[in-house]
């Protein structure tokens, strides 16, 4: 293509993604599309075609992203190149969003008609306003009889101020306003600017590993091309690579030989960690370098920890394969190795959120078969020591002693929660339980208010939203941003199991609510280990002082009592399963636990 | 020339491994009539309601069945045959005696055989009791299960208690010189002195032998439904353990010997059916559902009664799955099924089955369990000890390696 053809292309392009609150309709809208552009044929349609991972499908979210292009011929006879980029939908992976958020020109939001705006709703339009993204709302669900869009559209004009007297009333479940979505596609959404013959500067929104080609990293091309045999560099590594592919996802990969400005696909160049290909990265011309990256590149740093420890002690380095693995697929996820007393050899892991830590949990036992005990997330603590040294702890069971500590500080969020206002006294109440800071409260409409909240991340890590999901029957919606550290009166509370510390149990808990927490974590634990064959005490303390105790009776009967008419087969696979169930235990000590009670911290009904 | 002179002349192999044979050979026939007039709570044994199905048809089906099998290995051990179900005395006369002379076709029941049959109380009329005395049963195996209406209610039987007592009375009138009953204990509500209760019952009937079952809450049936709905307030674990406790010993006291997990017998009246299964003994299964161990497979039969009936047909055994064991499958059964046993596992049998010392085989597992106080060896046998038995399923899984 010569720089005529390249820019006349340019104007037929549009990039643009779909944000929403999770359940809104999002992926629906995006399979849609698809129909609609006959880029998928319907009966190759399996629901949420973008989500490709099984466990994005049987969660209902978007873990990795994926960016498809399309082509759609409008009612003014062109034909339009979009390239629609998915966005994961949860409060881990803000950053993320924002990357690909920033590699559109314009962005679709839709809101529920019945349900209206959410704190995801929110939080994603204000990354799409920070990107100065065309925002064009939707109304979806009008065909739920709970419908209300005229409120709804209030609402949008209200909340968000935006204008919203053209937003589509669609379904996207009923094929609604789907073509009409697409037309203000084409007329609202700017095409890409930017010049063809600049140095090259590509935004790295996503990165996937794949065993054969190495790294392949999603982009959108913002200044200049880039084909295949080019030279490139990262600009905050300097790290170069010899380009091997370029192409799009259509949705199945095309390749190309160069990708121009505006262009969104991706790129291929012998790149072995993912970790050089970090999302928000600019890749440029190692020849013709630009003199500065596009704006927002951070490096993301994880918020929360948990020791991960296989039960089967020799699956130790199986274990560190998989983290290895994962990692090439996630720079975000971050591991070293730490011992426990406890439970031996394992890696302390770090997380962008409690999701993330749940889905590299569930990957490593269900991709790679390795049983583990997760110790409960703890966040990092900065802790200031008396001989005026400062350090960070990110395991509790790394706590110093008291009489060496100066002040502990930890780290705060602000939390924006969503909900009707009959719900104010009871998010109220959890709040001040969990710690909170009251900031602000205000009215969205008569019936909805937004609350805003300054809590210590450790209570969010624990079993908020959970609580706050049951304290609202599900009506409040939930975001939260890092703002800092903060001093508090911290404690460490140890747990002994048969008089034997067992250091992974060790947590971190607010002076003045220590003592209910040790009575109601004893009792927990109780419940939560099965009976052994001897009595064993549960403790808990703080220093040398225990401060609750219960205990955990011996088991007295343990045996099938029938013979099942001979099927002896039966009776094996009960034994083995039985010998299946202990193998999920880690043995500590002389005492047998399952991994539940690794997280009878979060499991801890506020009283 | 007969056969056994034809053999003499053969080496010492081959008639040490014709002898090995032999234990191979079925000891037991066991017969399943999956029929019922009434689906207890706590069954998931195959099963149906009686009414509208093809019984005839299903009697036939057995008797062909049977035919074909002992076709292939005649039942020339056999010391037991065991009709169970379901409800095996929910069949008309007509249908019992039917039945009984198939059995009598191919099993000389004059010779030493146990003979038994599952019967509810109240099912058993004299004329049924007539025909099964007369072809040869002589063990009967009552579904007694409580003495007490409330419970019998809960628990989905439709018998009273004082059925019990006629059918009973009625049972020796007849001749009947080996009862036996079922109790349950563990049910929903029922306290410790429930159990004492039906115990000290059982003793006044001055019967032979009891098998005293906790209750286990077994999927798809109406009891595991109410548990996951939380209504169904069973006693604790404690209480459980009381109550087993308490029945062994009120068993020995009244010269009713344990000699299995949960059975008790006077002397000489021991199941010989029952102790097929624990000592790993082969059997023939007939019926839907049924379970055999026939040449060191285990097979279970087809259980929905018309594809059985339907595989009949056809000509074919009605067998649904068929799992050959390894030897290292037949060890494991052989201890978690004979430590089942008061006598436990014979050292000497176990190395004449399998060529190996089960001390030297087990050695890790054997010790640590004898270090735990749940196993004990005395002289030649392997046994659990008291502790052990209350802990059974602790002890059987170590023996399944991986």
């Known amino acids: 293509m010569n720089r005529e053809e390249k820019l006349k292309r340019q104007e037929r392009i549009r990039n643009f993604s779909i944000i929403a609150h999770i359940d809104h309709g999002k992926s629906t809208l995006a399979d849609r599309i698809l129909e609609k552009t006959n880029t998928v044929a319907e009966r190759e349609m399996k629901d949420q075609l973008l989500d490709s991972m099984d466990l994005e499908r049987e969660r209902g979210i978007t873990i990795k992203l994926n960016a498809v292009e399309l082509t759609y011929k409008a009612k003014d006879g062109e034909e339009y190149i979009f390239h629609l980029i998915d966005t994961p939908g949860h409060v881990d992976f803000t950053y993320e969003v924002s990357r690909s958020l920033a590699a559109c020109e314009g962005a679709v939001l839709v809101v529920d008609a019945a349900q209206g705006i959410e704190a995801q709703t929110l939080a994603n339009v204000y990354l799409a306003i920070d990107n100065d993204l065309e925002i064009l709302p939707v109304i979806n669900k009008i065909d739920l009889p709970s419908a209300e869009p005229e409120r709804v559209r209030q609402e949008i004009e209200n909340v968000i101020g935006l204008d919203a007297s053209e937003a589509v009333l669609a379904s996207a479940k009923a094929g609604i306003g789907i073509e009409e979505i697409l037309e203000q596609v084409v007329e609202k959404i700017p095409a890409p600017i930017g010049d063809p013959d600049a140095p090259l ?36 590594t300097g790290k170069e690579f010899e380009v091997t592919e370029l192409g799009v996802n259509s949705p199945k990969p095309v390749k190309r030989d160069e990708l121009t400005v505006g262009d969104v696909g991706y790129l291929t160049a012998s790149i072995k960690h993912v970790g050089d290909t970090r999302v928000g990265d600019t890749i440029t011309s190692a020849v013709n370098p630009a003199k500065e990256p596009l704006p927002g590149y951070r490096k993301m740093n994880p918020m929360v920890f948990c020791g991960m420890y296989p039960i089967d002690t020799a699956k130790y380095n199986d274990l560190r394969d998989a983290l290895e693995k994962l990692q090439l697929n996630d720079a975000a996820l971050q591991f070293e190795p730490e011992t426990s007393q406890a439970l031996g050899f394992g890696f302390r892991c770090g997380f962008l959120g409690l999701l993330h830590m749940e889905i590299i949990q569930e990957r490593i036992e269900r991709e790679f078969k390795i049983d583990l005990i997760t110790t409960a997330p703890s966040v990092i603590y900065h802790v200031q020591l008396t001989d005026g040294a400062s350090i960070q702890v990110d395991n509790p069971s790394n706590m110093p002693d008291p009489q060496k500590i100066e002040r502990i500080e930890e780290p705060y969020v602000k939390a924006s929660i969503m909900a009707p206002n009959d719900y104010v006294g009871a998010i109220m109440e959890l709040c001040q339980n969990k710690r909170g800071i009251f900031i602000d409260m205000q009215y969205l409409d008569e019936t909805r208010v937004t609350i805003t909240y300054e809590i210590p991340l450790s209570e969010i890590v624990y079993d908020f939203f959970d609580q706050l999901k049951s304290s609202t029957k599900g009506y409040a919606s939930f975001d939260y941003e890092l703002i800092g550290y903060k001093p508090s009166k911290l404690v460490k509370m140890d747990i002994l199991l048969n008089g034997e510390r067992v250091d992974a149990l060790s947590f971190i808990v607010h002076r003045d609510s220590a003592y209910d927490r040790g009575r109601v974590i004893v009792e927990k634990l109780k419940e939560l ?6 009595e064993v005490p549960v403790q808990a303390a703080i220093g040398t002082k225990i ?8 088991m007295r009967k343990n045996v099938l009592a029938k013979c099942y008419g001979g099927d002896i087969s039966r009776k094996r696979k009960l034994l083995e399963k039985q010998k299946e169930g202990k193998k999920r235990m880690k043995q500590v000590g002389s005492v047998e636990i399952p991994q539940e009670a690794f ?9 | 020339m007969t056969e056994p002179e034809r053999l003499g002349g053969t080496s010492i192999l081959t008639s040490l491994y014709l002898r090995k044979m032999v234990i191979f050979l079925p000891k037991a026939v066991y017969i399943h009539i999956p029929f019922c007039t009434q689906i207890c709570h706590y069954c998931d044994f195959n099963k149906v309601f009686l009414k509208g199905q093809p019984v005839d048809d299903y009697l036939k089906a057995l008797k062909t069945e049977m035919e074909k099998t002992f076709a292939n290995l005649p039942p020339e051990n056999v010391e037991t045959v065991f009709i169970g179900g379901g409800t095996p005395t929910a069949l008309n006369e007509k249908q019992l005696e039917y039945l009984m002379q198939t059995i009598n076709c ?50 989905g039987r439709n018998h009273k208690v004082e059925d019990i007592y006629k059918t009973i009375e009625s049972a020796k009138q007849q001749g009947f010189t080996n009862i036996s009953i079922d109790l349950m204990y563990a049910l929903p509500n029922q306290t410790i002195q429930d159990v004492e209760f039906a115990l000290n019952e059982f003793f006044k009937l001055d019967i032979e032998h009891c098998s005293a079952y906790s209750l286990i809450v077994e999927p798809k049936t109406i009891f595991y439904n109410l548990m996951n709905r939380g209504k169904l307030p069973l006693p604790s674990e404690d209480e459980e353990a009381t109550m087993y406790q308490m029945i062994m010993e009120q068993m020995e006291s009244h010269g009713y010997h344990q000699y299995e997990i949960s059975n008790y017998a006077k002397k000489g009246f021991k199941s010989k059916h029952n102790l097929v299964y624990w000592d790993n003994d082969h059997y023939y299964g007939f019926g839907a559902g049924a379970h055999s161990y026939i040449n060191g497979k285990r097979r279970s039969n087809i259980g929905p009664i018309n594809h059985y009936l339907k595989a009949i047909e056809k000509g074919r ?14 060890m494991e059964e052989e201890m978690f099924l004979g430590l089942r046993k008061t006598a436990g596992v014979s050292q000497k049998k176990f190395y004449q089955k399998f060529s190996i010392d089960v001390l030297e085989y087990y050695r890790e597992e054997i010790e640590k369990l004898i270090q735990d106080g749940l196993l004990q060896i005395n002289e030649d046998e392997i046994q659990l000890t008291n502790r052990g038995r209350m802990l059974g399923n602790i002890v059987f899984q170590q023996f399944i390696k991986d």
Do not use: C, H, W
Not at chain 1, 529 to 534: A, D, L, S, V, W
Not at chain 1, 599 to 607: H, P, R, S
Not at chain 2, 317 to 330: A, N
């Open chain 1, 201 to 236: 500067q590509a935004l790295i929104f996503d990165s996937v590993y794949d065993p054969y080609r190495g790294v392949i990293a999603l982009i959108r091309i913002v200044e200049g091309s880039v084909k295949v045999g080019d030279k490139i560099k990262m600009m905050s």
């Open chain 2, 106 to 155: 191919f099993i000389d029941v004059e010779k030493e055989i146990e003979f038994t049959i599952e019967a509810n109380p109240g099912d058993l009329t004299v004329e049924k009791l007539k025909i099964l005395k007369n072809y040869g049963v002589n063990r009967l195996s009552i579904g007694v299960q409580s003495f007490n209406n409330n419970l019998l209610k809960a628990i």
């Open chain 1, 547 to 554: 401060i609750a105790r219960s205990t955990i009776k011996a």
């Open chain 1, 529 to 534: 280990i099965p009976r052994q064959q001897f």
């Open chain 2, 317 to 330: 055994l009605p067998i649904r799955e068929e799992i050959s064991l390894t030897v290292k499958e037949q």
């Open chain 1, 599 to 607: 997280m009878a911290v979060l499991k801890i009904d506020d009283k």
